[in-house]
């Protein structure tokens, strides 16, 4: 034994999605920037999804059959187990497949670390973890690139198959549809918490679990043959509640009408919150959100619970609203915490609005 | 304007490859990790090539008729041009697809940068440069991930399609195959003489273009009718010539016998290697691969040639004795510099080994 355990969180500024570069700085830098034109692929026509509607990853369709999902996703730390750490990126990486109705087929590793200080041991438990969760998804590992950098990242970049006719995308959701969320809330303001040393690992156990979970809706909703219930779905990451709701609406062009009292959430997350564990994104993810979104009767300190930003977060899924029970039995085995939190609505106005009631 | 032009190089420590984490320190890490295990992945099988034999990407079989290819390449700038890095990241990155006998389809970015201190036109520009030779591929660029970082990293995931029964491994060359070398070495040590500011970009011109040549053999080759003359292939990168042939040596239970004063290098690199331009690469890769390599009547000095760690380097490719003219002629259009420089052998050992003569 080397001394007492490192903390993960103790070696990085930044942790999770707080060190992502924001949707706003990110769309300044890309503005002017001329993207190859994709009619001029090799495969003309098979892009099917791109960035365009924020959707979680890209997907180009190969055959009548088939199409391919692509993603990736790394951070810093967000909690101070290196296998919690490596399960949770990995749990976060595959979501994005997941959230387009796909299935991971194979992952490669994206590992940054400071190879002269840190132990050999830390970084295998990294990987250990991020391996436990893709045996449990059926994906392989099967490559890589690691680089010696002043602090660690680890993330995946993973490809999933998906049939090009049943993707779920942001752009689906119809009037009418029953808004349904598989995990909890406030992942942002509990791992906030644990790096200012004011709780222990231990002590917010089921987030940490929840923000391991695969986000592998699909086989349950499969099983219980409902899966074309679903019109729309988006996993809940960085922007929140409300931006990632903002987001999904905007893309189809209708209104969303959250109850806020159905929302799940962790049962520390407003005691968290008022007690003032926040990040810059609960900032930002307010400022990005403000123009679209309606507040009846919810005080402000409740509001930071739709501003959390999420690391491996739950799905939000628009349902087929006579089917909407159906798929929440179905979904119940592996995410007990799912709800039925809102309902989709004809826009109101020229833009999409989320209201929160 | 705010100043003078910022001089990528000089904002990092470690430039391009020698970020790498070296081969045995990995496995040192990955040694005792339990990865997935492929047959119970969810197309069992369908792992055609991982990284045990170090190829440059690995494939899964779709159908009958089609795999697809994942790669992932990013580093820290090697050059000073924003524009010109992107360019060479993104060309590095693709060249793993060539490398398989594949064709890149669509990339995801890959993507940190200190987002106070850099401006905005920098990162524009590393994204254009990736753009530019991303549309030269005719790939797609699909998304992405970026985060606020201390030190500008930019990369690619790239996914690329091969068929199945076409892939070009690393274990495929035959005794008596001749080598093809389609890039000149030395960027290891011009690259680190621009670092020191013994050169400017200007003085290196041709290695910049050459690290921002596409390894796209695969058109030329089949416009030529000669693509399955081509055995078995790698690009050369971070281990430079010697780790790389080792590596495919090894792969294919063959030796590889190089005619050292054939080999294409910049006019430069002896010059530049001489006056001790070097990086920790050049000594670990002759420790990599010195029980595996002969040096018959080579100067010490010389075989730095071999050890030096390219960054975008060619294609090494085993070609049929046959038909190494026809292959030589096709490639010339796009690679002036293309060369034969050896030939494969029967093992004459237990263990392959790779003969400078």
């Not at 959707?55 to 692509?70: G, I, K, P, Y």
């Not at 303001?189 to 644990?194: F, I, N, S």
């Not at 019109?231 to 209104?255: E, N, P, R, W, Y």
Request: with cysteine; glycine share 6%.
């Amino acid at each position: 034994m080397t001394g007492p355990p490192i903390k993960l969180t103790q070696t990085v500024q930044k942790g999770g999605c707080a060190a992502k570069v924001s949707a706003q700085a990110l769309r300044e830098i890309l503005r002017n920037v001329r993207f190859p034109n994709p009619a001029e692929s090799f495969l003309p026509n098979s892009l099917l999804v791109d960035g365009r509607h924020f959707d979680d990853a890209s997907v180009h369709r190969l055959t009548a059959e088939l199409a391919v999902v692509t993603t990736l996703d790394f951070f810093t730390p967000i909690v101070d187990s290196p296998r919690i750490f490596g399960a949770i990126a990995a749990a976060n990486a595959l979501s994005d497949v997941y959230a387009m109705g796909g299935r991971p087929l194979s992952a490669l590793a994206i590992l940054a670390f400071p190879v002269a200080s840190f132990e050999n041991a830390t970084v295998e438990d990294v990987m250990q973890g991020a391996c436990d969760t893709l045996s449990r998804a059926r994906a392989t590992l099967s490559g890589g690139h690691s680089i010696d950098d002043d602090t660690l990242k680890f993330g995946l970049s993973v490809t999933g198959l998906v049939h090009p006719d049943h993707i779920w995308t942001n752009t689906g959701a119809r009037s009418g549809d029953v808004l349904i969320l598989t995990k909890p809330l406030g992942t942002g303001t509990l791992t906030a918490a644990l790096k200012r040393g004011a709780v222990s690992e231990a002590d917010i156990q089921p987030a940490l679990e929840s923000m391991m979970k695969l986000n592998n809706a699909i086989d349950a909703l499969e099983h219980a043959q409902v899966k074309s219930a679903v019109h729309s779905a988006t996993d809940i990451t960085g922007f929140g509640l409300a931006g990632h709701a903002m987001q999904m609406a905007k893309a189809s062009c209708v209104d969303f009408e959250f109850q806020f009292s159905q929302l799940p959430v962790f049962s520390q997350t407003r005691e968290f919150l008022r007690e003032g564990f926040l990040t810059k994104a609960h900032r930002t993810n307010r400022e990005y959100t403000d123009k679209s979104t309606n507040w009846n009767a919810i005080e402000d300190a409740d509001r930071l619970i739709a501003y959390d930003p999420q690391t491996s977060g739950g799905l939000l899924l628009a349902v087929e609203a006579s089917q909407a029970e159906a798929v929440l039995r179905a979904l119940r085995s592996d995410f007990p915490n799912a709800a039925i939190v809102g309902e989709v609505r004809s826009r109101s106005r020229e833009t999409s609005f989320v209201n929160f009631n």
